[in-house]
């Protein structure tokens, strides 16, 4: 499975949010996972987890094999 991913490296803190949500906003409505490639930057992290909290979505960080990684859960196994 190809998972659509955002790489954060190389933008500002500042310019987090804004990208985060439009990568979000391209992406809502569709059933799949995606990916935002944080590093290890604590500020990273904390920019766009407030954004995806913001929308109400799931995320997981810390996986084994995602180190680095935001992975957003997008679909809704209610519908």
Do not use: C
Request: no cysteine; hydrophobic share 40%.
């Amino acid at each position: 499975m190809n998972v659509p991913t955002l790489d954060l490296h190389g933008l500002r803190h500042h310019e987090v949010g804004n990208e985060v949500a439009r990568f979000i906003e391209s992406w809502l409505g569709n059933d799949l996972f995606l990916d935002i490639i944080t590093g290890n930057s604590e500020r990273m992290i904390f920019e766009a987890t407030k954004v995806i909290e913001q929308y109400g979505l799931e995320y997981h960080m810390g996986l084994p094999a995602f180190q680095g990684r935001i992975r957003i859960v997008l679909f809704d196994e209610y519908h």
